[in-house]
């Protein structure tokens, strides 16, 4: 059985020219995933029913399902990675093509003719036979005829066992890798296994050092190496000293906004040298946005002055020396995934006056730096917590609902999760950045 889906989608799916059925569209329908309502935005592709059978549009579906999608104009392939498989080999298929493959984890699927033909509608959106990609990727479909609604349910994960090693190919781990898994249990925090999944490290302490291989216990020497750069502890103002692993993302501010502002305009002459001097780029002035992260993350119950600590180190101190762009108030680099976007990518709810996307642009658009603010605040919380937003709250972030809710109630545990492989993504935040706004 499949495992869980990452809940992840890469943006910048350019389609060709649209390629009708030839029939005419008898109804619409609709698209309910895991007992979740799909809302698809006015104006963009629904799910339809074309000559007795019922499609659905492929981005929205794998977009739901927490998948990877990426388009290959020139081979007319749709290619989807799950979690697990993000680096595929994708099949070869020279010369022109009439029709769209679809590939799954590196594989062509196989659609059958009586279940019907992926194309491309009118409105430049792929659309498959409702159970193709369901039942490809593990997941329960069904057909309430009564309604028009087509029901996908993915199926509960299955632990896979430890893969044994031959005993006469695999080096026996020593007392010392038995003692490094401990020591990397003391930390706390998220691993990214070479299988792609990750684990918390407390877990190791329950696992077999002879269930990983050689080349997996020589990666978890790097990890150790990585992270014995960071104390397990820190000493907060006032003389209490709190372990790393239990900052949470959840509580009040300990750091005052002036305490924030006084550590920027401390490190402003640093930026500025490396920048002109060391970059050749003329440098940005920062943006005050002390009070706002303090305020916004006070409604939400989040910590505002670690997101402000992490937004200095998402934009490297609001320099944005990657792909999003001072214009954009994207303050975390929500959606940018690393390939533009198309426009047309779904808002998942998320308030349209608030935010938008355009055509080549890298991440989400946000109208105010408020805007920005609140939906970095309210990404956080949405790994934070499973609880609903807070009175009165309107959805900004468009990710929200692709995060898997509560999965990451402290600072650590966004390692392997908002970066990748994010080894000591967490500690970080908390010690190259927080811990030099409460020395202020």
């Not at 491309?120 to 997941?139: D, H, K, Q, S, W």
């Not at 190791?204 to 014995?228: G, H, I, N, T, V």
Request: with cysteine.
């Amino acid at each position: 059985m499949r495992k869980s889906l990452l809940c992840l989608l890469c943006g910048g799916m350019l389609f060709f020219s649209p390629v009708t059925a030839g029939a005419a569209i008898t109804h619409e329908a609709k698209i309910v995933i895991n007992n979740a309502p799909v809302v698809i935005p006015g104006g963009d592709q629904p799910a339809i029913i074309l000559n007795g059978r019922t499609y659905v549009p492929l981005r929205v579906i794998s977009e739901h399902l927490g998948t990877q999608v990426q388009w290959l104009p020139e081979t007319k392939q749709v290619v989807i990675a799950t979690a697990n498989n993000l680096t595929l080999t994708v099949p070869e298929r020279p010369g022109k093509q009439k029709d769209v493959q679809i590939v799954i984890d590196g594989k062509a699927l196989q659609v059958s003719p009586q279940l019907g033909q992926t194309f491309i509608t009118a409105m430049n959106r792929t659309v498959v036979p409702f159970r193709v990609v369901g039942e490809a990727l593990g997941c329960e479909v069904s057909w309430q005829q009564s309604s028009r609604t087509v029901e996908i349910k993915t199926k509960p994960a299955t632990p896979e066992p430890p893969v044994q090693q031959p005993a006469d190919s695999t080096p026996q781990p020593s007392p010392a890798d038995i003692a490094l898994l401990q020591e990397l249990a003391g930390y706390k925090t998220n691993l990214r296994l070479m299988d792609k999944t990750f684990i918390n490290s407390e877990e190791l302490l329950k696992m077999d050092p002879a269930s990983f291989s050689a080349e997996q216990r020589q990666l978890f020497k790097q990890y150790r190496d990585q992270l014995s750069k960071y104390d397990a502890k820190i000493k907060l103002p006032g003389g209490t000293v709190i372990n790393t692993a239990d900052v949470t993302i959840m509580g009040p501010s300990v750091a005052t906004a002036d305490q924030l502002r006084a550590w920027i305009a401390a490190e402003t002459p640093r930026i500025r040298a490396k920048m002109e001097q060391k970059l050749k780029r003329e440098f940005i002035p920062i943006p005050d946005l002390a009070e706002l992260y303090i305020k916004i993350g006070a409604e939400y119950g989040v910590r505002g002055d670690l997101a402000f600590a992490q937004a200095a180190k998402e934009t490297h101190y609001w320099q944005f020396t990657g792909d999003v762009q001072p214009w954009q108030n994207n303050f975390c680099g929500l959606w940018a995934t690393g390939s533009p976007c198309t426009g047309q990518e779904s808002l998942n709810g998320a308030d349209p006056t608030q935010v938008r996307f355009e055509p080549g642009v890298h991440g989400a658009i946000f109208v105010t730096p408020e805007a920005g603010v609140e939906a970095h605040i309210q990404h956080l919380y949405a790994y934070a917590t499973k609880d609903p937003l807070p009175p009165g709250k309107v959805l900004v972030d468009p990710r929200y609902t692709m995060v898997r809710r509560g999965t990451a109630p402290t600072w650590q545990q966004l390692n392997a999760r908002w970066a990748v492989p994010g080894t000591t993504y967490g500690q970080s935040i908390i010690h190259d950045y927080w811990k030099a706004a409460l020395a202020k």
